[in-house]
C-alpha cells in the first residue's frame, strides 16, 4: 500500500476527501476500459459500514459508497473481486496511520495468515509488508521488500520480528 492511499482513505474517512463518488455505472465504464488497479474494500465496525476506494492505472481515485446500505456496495462490488488486486482493512488501521505510527509489522491470526499469504505461488495478498503469526508451536513470517517476498518459520516470537 502506498502512502497516498493511506492519505487518500484517511482524507475520505476523516470528512476532508475532494476524491470522487461514482455509481455502479461509472464502475463498469471503468471495468470494460480495463483502467482499475486495485480495489480497497475498508470496513469501519463502529458504523457498521463499508465503502470502497478504487485506484486506477494512472493514479486517479475513486470512492464506491452506496446510497442504498451497505449490503448493495457490496453487492455491486463482488464481481471485481476476481479481475483486479483487492484488499480489505479496517477503519482502525486508518485511524493508528492517523495518530502518526506506521506499524513494521502486524501480528495475525493463523486464519488470516493463510488467507494473506499464497505458500504455493509466494504472494502477498495483503497491503502488509511485514506480518506474522503464532502456528503450531512456530512463528511463521512474511516480509516483502523490493516486491520480492520471503517467507520463514521461527521457534521464538523475537526472531520472527526482527
Known amino acids: 500500500m502506498e502512502q497516498r492511499e493511506i492519505k487518500t482513505m484517511q482524507n475520505y474517512y ?23 488497479r486495485k480495489i480497497y474494500e475498508v470496513f469501519d465496525n463502529e458504523f457498521n459500514e463499508i465503502w470502497y476506494l478504487v485506484k486506477t492505472v494512472k493514479g486517479k481515485s475513486y470512492i464506491v459508497k452506496s446510497k442504498f446500505g451497505n449490503l ?12 483486479y488486486d483487492y484488499y480489505q482493512i479496517n477503519t482502525e488501521i486508518i485511524k ?14 493463523d486464519r488470516e495468515f493463510n488467507i494473506f499469504y499464497d505458500k504455493k505461488n509466494n ?6 509488508n511485514n506480518y506474522y503469526c503464532y ?12 516486491n520480492k517476498v520471503e517467507y520463514e518459520i ?7 520480528i526482527y
Open 154 to 160: 521461527f521457534i521464538n516470537e523475537d526472531d520472527a
Open 135 to 146: 502456528s503450531k508451536n512456530k512463528y511463521k513470517a512474511v516480509r516483502e521488500y523490493r
Open 96 to 109: 493508528i496511520f492517523a495518530k502518526g505510527f506506521y506499524p513494521v509489522i502486524f501480528k495475525v491470526s
Open 14 to 36: 476523516f470528512g476532508m476527501s475532494r476524491v470522487p463518488m461514482i455509481c455502479e455505472e461509472k464502475i463498469e465504464e471503468l471495468h470494460k476500459s480495463k483502467v482499475i
Open 72 to 83: 448493495y456496495a457490496k453487492d455491486i462490488m463482488k464481481k471485481y473481486r476476481k479481475y
Open 123 to 128: 504472494k502477498n495478498n495483503i497491503f502488509f
